[in-house]
Nanobody, 122 residues
Framework: EVQLVESGGGLVQPGGSLRLSCAAS????????MVWVRQAPGKGPQWVSA????????YYVDSVKGRFTISRDNAKNTLYLQMTSLKPEDTAVYYC???????????????WGQGTQVTVSS
């Protein structure tokens, strides 16, 4: 069965750091572009960062540029999001998803996980 399992979320103070992980199984992880999507209460989903299947091209929403770093280890079937200088507005549930069509058409989600909660608060 296909699984994407996010981990690493938690409660952190403003200015702190967290590293999120997304463990994939049941599909050919290295063949898919991946994205981190977050959703805050009362708001719609927002693409935070994306990475091509080979890791050579990345995307970041403007609000996280310089603070977040996306990476992947295809040998470990794992996607990462290193988050630094966290702000209260980063508070959300963070989901990882495999996608197709990014940069080559209309993106669509193929698989997605259950999410991990990130709370940035004093």
């Amino acid at each position: 069965e296909v699984q994407l399992v996010e981990s690493g979320g938690g409660l952190v103070q403003p200015g702190g750091s967290l590293r999120l992980s997304c463990a994939a199984s049941g599909f050919t992880f290295g063949s898919y572009d991946m994205v981190w999507v977050r959703q805050a209460p009362g708001k719609g989903p927002q693409w935070v960062s994306a990475i091509k299947s080979g890791g050579g091209i990345t995307y970041y929403v403007d609000s996280v540029k310089g603070r977040f770093t996306i990476s992947r280890d295809n040998a470990k079937n794992t996607l990462y999001l290193q988050m630094t200088s966290l702000k209260p507005e980063d508070t959300a549930v963070y989901y990882c998803a495999s996608i197709r069509g990014w940069l080559a058409g209309e993106p669509e989600y193929v698989y997605w996980g259950q999410g991990t909660q990130v709370t940035v608060s004093s």
